[in-house]
Structure formats: C-alpha cells, structure tokens
C-alpha cells in the first residue's frame, strides 16, 4: 500500500462455489485511513533574534503526529552554517560559528512522513578579551616574603574595558587577587607562572602569563672593623665603632648596624659610630644587621676597658671570657 495523504476506497469481492455447482458472492468495500504527516515548530530561539558569539542559543521545539503522539524528543536540528546541531525537544549550543544560520528542526513519523519548521537567527561575531601582564615582569625573581605587586590590562573588543574584572593565579600558589592590580604579601618560595585571567559577557576567555621565581632569602653578613679584638680603652676615651654589612639581595646595609655592648646595652646605629662613654670592665661588643626579609647575623669583638693599674689581671679576665664565649659557640 502507497503511502498517501487521502483516503483510499479498496473493493474485494469474494465468490464460494460448493461442490454442487451453487455458488455465492459478495462485495466489501474498505476504507484505507491516511497516514497523516507530523507537524514540526521552533519555539525558540525566535526568528530574527542577533547572539553574541560564544553565548548559549536555546533551540526549543515541539513535534506531534496523529498517529505517532508526540515526537519532540525526536526533532532533529540542523544550522545551515554548522550543520548537525543534535537530537531533541531542547538543546543548548554556544559554539555556532558567526554569521546568518538558517536553523532547522524535521521530525518524521514512523511511516516516513517528514515536517520541518526553520528560523533564521544571526550569530554576531565575538573576540576574546586580550590581556597584558604590566607586572610582574616576564622572566623576573624575588627573594622570599617579597610583597609582590600584579598589574594588569584587559580590553574587550566588545565589552571595552575588562580590567576590574581580572582574576589572578600562581602556578604554585592557586589564586592570588582580582582587579587590574593586587599586592600578594609573599609567595612561596620556587618558580611561579602567574597567570591573569577575564573572561567578556558572551564567555569568551583571555589570558596572560608571566613568569616569576621565588628565591630562599639569604642571610646578611657583617664584618667588624673596630675596635680590633682585645682593644683596651682608656676610661672616658670615646671608642670608634667601624663595621660594614651587605646583604645579598639587599645591598649594603651598614647604615643599619646595630651596636651593642654586654656590659652597656644599646650602644646605637650605623657605621661609623662613636660610642662615647664605656663601663669599666670587659665589653664583648656587638654588631648586628637584620635584612628586608627578617634574615639576621652578627658580629663581635671583645674590648677591655681596665681601672688603671689593674691591666693585666684584666687581661687575664679577657681571656678566659674570649675562650668561655668560644666555647659556647
Ligand atoms: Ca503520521
Ligand atoms: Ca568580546
Ligand atoms: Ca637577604
């Protein structure tokens, strides 16, 4: 039987002879009902409607058939630009590519029978966002528990200005701060990629990456110059404090020398220095210096500053207090 969208009258006729010769007929006329097309319609997205490139498009559609029922999870959709989009009643898609798509959803019935419904949407075209790095630079160090500051641009050619919307990560460190610019108070100590990250309103990513490595600090040294161990001063003679200190990351750091003496305490800052009253007695004198990250060392000299006459035993006393600090060394 072809299939047809009328109604078909079919007559049979039908004839019994017995075996006497008598025979008998009849006529019976059957009505073939139709099979009836299925009906196909998008309900969305409307007709018409503008999508920024890269933003979801709804295709939502509804197919029935009089015999069949309801066929809407079988609709199939198809865009003129993209082709095959997928099978169902509802789809999403944000990756239709940009210009005029003529959209399709056909539904056939299990005889065959096929309906489409069609929409004419426009994808606008979209570019990501682009994102520059400012700081930190590309390739850079810093030594540990170093405020770094992170700076950075982004522009959308649709959307315009992105930076307020930056996020950052390390490598190492996982997030790190938003916004065009951030201070992370220190970073973990070893090679980071820091990344800067936006995203504009129709999803569209943009990224930039710099690299940056983390360095252990290292200690300063101080090196003392005067007064020469084992110094006597005469009592109420001023003594000249000399010592220098560099840091490694941090430079010269002499200015900062912190003096001190056993018997005195504070005794001030900074190189050259004049300390000019010490206590009789034996001073073990010491320079300190403390970098930007907290690292410390110092050194020490021990004077004498004897009661006259009284030298040599004082000496004596030096001694054993230069071996006795050495040991506990
Ligand atoms: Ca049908
Ligand atoms: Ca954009
Ligand atoms: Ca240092």
Redesign the pocket.
């Known amino acids: 039987m072809k299939k047809t969208h009328r109604s078909v009258n079919e007559a049979h006729a039908a004839t019994v002879t017995d075996s006497l010769g008598a025979s008998v007929s009849r006529q019976i006329t059957l009505t073939i009902a139709p ?4 009906v196909a319609s998008i309900e969305s997205p409307a007709p018409g409607s503008l999508f920024n490139q890269g933003s979801a498009v709804l295709l939502s559609g509804s197919a029935s ?4 029922g309801d066929l809407s999870a079988s609709i199939t959709w198809t865009s003129s630009l993209d082709g095959a989009l997928g099978v169902g009643s509802q789809l999403s898609r944000n990756d239709l590519v940009s210009g005029v798509h003529l959209l399709t959803a056909s539904v056939s ?3 065959g ?1 096929m309906d489409s419904a069609q929409v004419e949407i426009t994808i606008v075209p979209n570019s990501p966002p682009l994102v520059s790095i400012l700081a930190p630079t590309d390739g850079g160090s810093v030594p540990e528990q170093t405020a770094v500051a992170l700076s950075g641009s982004a522009v959308d050619a649709e959307d315009g200005d992105l930076s307020a919307s930056l996020t950052w990560a390390s490598s190492l460190d996982g997030a790190v701060g938003s916004g065009a610019s951030a201070v992370v108070p220190a970073l973990s100590i070893g090679a980071h990629t820091i990344v800067a990250f936006v995203s504009d309103g129709s999803g569209a990513a943009g990224t930039a990456r710099v690299s940056l490595t983390v360095t252990p600090n290292l200690p300063p040294t101080v090196v003392v110059d005067s007064p020469v161990e084992l110094a006597e001063i005469v009592v109420g003679d001023p003594i000249d404090l000399l010592a220098t200190a560099t840091d490694p990351e941090d430079g010269d750091l002499t200015g900062d020398i912190v003096w001190s003496s056993s018997l005195d305490g504070p005794l001030g800052t900074g190189s050259p220095l004049q300390a000019q009253t010490l206590s009789v007695g034996l001073h073990a004198i010491t320079a300190t210096t403390t970098d930007r990250h907290g690292a410390s060392a110092s050194a020490e000299t021990a004077i004498s500053v004897p009661e006259p006459g009284v030298i040599q035993s004082l000496v004596v006393g030096l001694m054993l207090l230069l071996a006795a600090r050495r040991r506990s060394d």
């Open positions: 099979n009836q097309a299925p058939d009089p015999e069949d019935d299990q005889q029978l």
